[in-house]
């Protein structure tokens, strides 16, 4: 299998540095910016999550870089890997998002949230986000309280399921046994 070499200074970085270092060198070099973009909503896996990562660590909210990327990237998550999902939903989620684009995110994270087999703390950042949209529109509560069940809570790790507790009794008002 022929391994994917870095060819820009980003991708080098990426690949070989440490998580400050990446930081600092895109805060350094912010005309590298769009190539993160690009590079997080690509097909090359040795670097598309790191990409988003790094983005999602050098972003303000509603940070003006990504105003116009905020649609690929939604339309880049279905099908990624549970990691880069999560990443770039981090990153999302920090952005002005009209209706029409959290209703694909409310979608996406409910499909998530009830898979058992995805990671925790994929589904723990799609409730995060659920719940965001339930302060946002309360008329959604009902549908998340639904999914409130054992069978989806039980397979998560203790810490997640600690915090979903406390979160869902805040925005939800119940209690999870």
């Known amino acids: 299998m ?9 991708e080098h970085v990426l690949v070989q540095a440490y ?11 912010p005309q590298d910016f769009p190539e993160a973009i690009a ?10 999550w790191r990409a988003a990562w790094l983005i999602g660590n050098c972003m303000g909210a509603h940070d003006a870089r ?10 880049t998550m279905p099908g990624k890997p549970d990691g880069h999902w999560r990443e770039l939903l981090k990153i999302v989620i920090r952005m002005e998002l009209n209706d029409e684009q959290e209703g ?18 994929v589904r723990w950042m799609s409730f995060r986000f659920m719940a965001d949209m339930v302060k946002k529109y309360p008329e959604l509560a009902a ?11 039980e397979p ?8 979903l507790s406390r ?11």
């Open 2 to 10: 022929e391994v994917d070499e870095p060819v820009t200074d980003l």
């Open 19 to 29: 998580t400050d270092e990446m930081v600092d060198y895109l805060k350094d070099h």
């Open 39 to 48: 590079l997080a909503v690509g097909d090359r896996p040795r670097y598309a």
């Open 66 to 75: 990504l105003r116009k990327a905020v649609d690929r990237l939604i339309a």
């Open 104 to 121: 694909r995110l409310f979608a996406m994270a409910l499909q998530h949230w009830q898979d058992p087999a995805k990671q925790s703390s």
């Open 143 to 153: 549908e998340v309280k639904l999914l409130m069940r054992p069978d989806l809570i």
């Open 156 to 163: 998560l790790s203790p810490g997640i399921r600690r915090s």
């Open 167 to 177: 979160e869902a009794k805040k925005i939800l008002g119940m209690r999870l046994e």
